[in-house]
């Protein structure tokens, strides 16, 4: 699975949009962009996932480039409950398997 | 939505003794579940993938006879880690997927146990 770059942190005012960043350069075309995000000592939750398209649900949207080399996940209105680490990972779906990188930790404040 | 659910959430175990973990997933079959172990401050590592009825796949360096896996029906799959160390503390997290997903699922995981070996 290629490999995803993600800043280590990121601060964000409660009630506004959270903009997290990640790098994929070396995906290939078969391979999905998945977000997951990790809430301290719970199991990781799945948020979102797209191949090409922009994808929205009731959590969040995902926005990929063109050239799909990167993507940004938006929260459109961040809480409290919204600090966690968020994994952008790149996987092709058949896999079922997830390898995890290092996140970005959302600290979502007051 | 789909649940996984693991028991115990927390487990304290002396050293020397075996510890098993428990992974359900409560409203769908999955033939394949995977294991997972996460240090503190780290990301998630996987250790195995779990299929049922046959044998588990370890990843590189993951001894499969310290971590025995076991996945006798669709619905559970187990971890046993047997004669635990103080190293062998982490928090131990499993997933699966239904088996009826297309090739793009997601995937659920569990709530995660937190083993402390004294």
């Known amino acids: 699975d290629a490999k995803t770059t993600q800043p280590p942190s990121m601060d964000c005012a409660e009630g506004r949009a959270a903009n997290l960043p990640c790098n994929h350069s070396t995906i290939s075309g078969n391979e999905y962009v998945y977000w997951y995000r990790q809430i301290h000592s719970q199991g990781p939750q799945y948020i979102i996932h797209?191949?090409?398209n922009n994808e929205t649900n009731e959590m969040a949207s995902l926005i990929i480039t063109e050239d799909r080399k990167s993507s940004t996940l938006i929260l459109p209105h961040a809480t409290l409950r919204d600090t966690a680490v968020y994994y952008c990972i790149v996987s092709s779906g058949s896999a079922r398997q997830l390898t995890f990188g290092s996140g970005t930790q959302l600290t979502v404040l007051p | 939505g789909a649940v996984v659910s693991q028991h115990p959430s927390r487990v304290i175990c002396k050293s020397g003794t075996s510890v098993k973990i428990e992974c359900r997933s409560l409203?769908?079959?999955?033939?394949?579940m995977f294991w997972y172990r996460q240090f503190p401050k780290k990301s998630l590592m996987l250790m195995a993938t779990?299929?049922?009825?046959?044998?588990?796949?370890?990843e590189q360096g993951v001894e499969k006879d310290k971590f025995l896996i076991n996945h006798a029906s669709l619905t559970l799959s187990t971890l046993t880690v047997t004669s635990a160390h103080p190293e062998d503390s982490s928090f131990y997290i499993c997933s699966a997927s239904p088996q009826d997903r297309g090739t793009a699922g997601e995937l659920f995981f569990g709530e995660g146990s937190r083993l402390t070996v004294l």
């Open positions: 797209g191949l090409k």
């Open positions: 779990s299929n049922e009825g046959s044998k588990a796949t370890y």
């Open positions: 409203d769908f079959q999955a033939t394949t």
